[in-house]
């Protein structure tokens, strides 16, 4: 009996405050899964549950906006705060799948770094699409994406991925585009068959991937001489494998994931909270002990140690001289030009 009345009053209770019993519940975190995520519980995760007194109920995910658009219309979203790209983001803020950050509740704008902060979004990690190669097999390697294309000095097979995206960029730095004119020259017909043209030159020895986890491997089995890669991916089979593989933040492109709280979402001050603590530079400079990605915060690097700083794509003089993905190009391009490139690929 004294159960019963316990639920009773607590189901009254959460009536009377206009929450749902059903939604009710731990705030629930969407991660990618894997090491990331790995990585995230230990940096923020705990942490947060520890500092708040919160629980943080983990789930992942493999992305796709119409996985957030069913949640979010079904009026019953299970999810929170939730990790996506940044073309996840910015459809989904078009379409009000979202709620509209107020930043002065995390710490303000000026508390990450500029690219990291949109309408919806407040940035998680920075990624890097970085040549790698394998240290062991080349004492001197490649030192741009013009050696990438360079099979008379570096012969052997060599790794993009799969798709129009990077792979028409890293064509047009290969082939001199400065960093501030590639999406300018992508636009075009003209710049767009320029990517093509240099991509031709390395047809024959060219192999694509689709995971991951295949440019570390491809290294480790001798397949290629050298690929592109996330930047994680490379730093990680050095940790845990003992590989000897190189990577150039030269000619890098950077890419951001980010935060987003779900229209909807019953745990709105919880959200904020976590959002709030995650972004702090204290909090924010354990992560790159976990994974080898890039911190957002505006003040974290200055916690950093110099060597392990200069091993992320936030650092300062990294982010120099690398490429800003651009999502809004690709939201606008893709279509037409996936369609390009798999013609090209087709093509004898």
Known sequence: ???????AAALCAAVAGGVQPSLARDLTVVGFGGSGQDAMREAFFKPFSAASGLPVSEESWDGGVGVLRAKVEGGHAAWDVVQMDSSELAIGCEEGLYETLDFDRIGGKAAYLPFATSPCGVGVLVYDYVLAYDGDKLKDGPKSWADFFDTKKFPGKRALRQGPQTNLEIALLADGVPLSDVYAQLATEEGVARALRKLDTIKNDLVFWKAGAQPPQLLASGEVVMTSSYNGRISAANSK???NFKLLWNQAIYVLDSWAILKGSPNIDKAYQFLNFVGKPEVQKELPKY???GIT??????????DLLASLPSAPQNLAI??????DFWLEHTDRLTERFNNWAARK
């Not at 009996?1 to 639920?7: A, D, V, W």
């Not at 915060?297 to 140690?305: G, I, P, V």
């Open 322 to 327: 690398a490429l800003p993905y651009n999502t």
């Open 241 to 243: 494998d003992h590989r």
């Open 291 to 293: 994974i080898s990605y």
């Open 1 to 7: 009996m004294k159960t019963t009345f316990l639920f």
């Open 297 to 306: 915060s505006a003040k974290s690097s200055s916690l950093l140690d110099a």
